[in-house]
């Protein structure tokens, strides 16, 4: 349930533009290189600065001709951000199993995104309605967790789904879970730093 356009939602900026430059930049090496050899690309002997190397998680969206063509990243940070972001860029643009691979000849239509996320912080509530009144539309990412199964939404899905409660059933849909409310629901929200493409165009070389 993810945009087919560029969105600009979530949290204040932190990331500098010279360092969401150089992720970008990354990003779109690594999708370049993926297409080369399907491998990921391999930045263990690079250096970048203190932030990019600094734990964080991210998601890494890829589209062609403003339609989405792969989204994945990580929900905990565990490795540098701009090693989340390489390694997702190369998972969102051949291992994403909803769409077919990145070809070589699409790279000059390719627009990336990145979104990078604050740590989850657990959403207590009542009930599920209580848990939809909490709920902050086009600004918390939410994750749900019941009976074994999870899902997440990112906060640039509210700009298709606007209302909470259509919000929270189509994340259930994606968690394979029902409808209905469901006893032990377990919720985490989160918010991001969202750049791409669009921005990196319009910004001073």
Known sequence: MEPTV???SGTGQHIADNDRASLLAVAHRAVAHGTESRHPLDIRSEKFSEALEAV???FVSVYVDGQLRGCTGEL??????VSSVVHNAHRAAFLDDRF??????????LRIRISVLTPQ???EFRDENDLLRKLEPGVDGLTIRANGRQATFLPSVWDTVSVPAEFLAHLKH????PLIPIPGLKAMRYQTENFGDDERASQPS
Do not use: D, M
């Open 6 to 8: 560029l969105p600009n």
């Open 76 to 81: 905990e940070a565990y490795r540098s951000l």
């Open 56 to 58: 964080e998680a991210a």
């Open 174 to 177: 994606k968690a394979g879970l």
């Open 121 to 123: 912080v657990p959403l």
């Open 100 to 109: 077919p691979a990145i070809q070589a000849a699409e790279l000059p239509r």
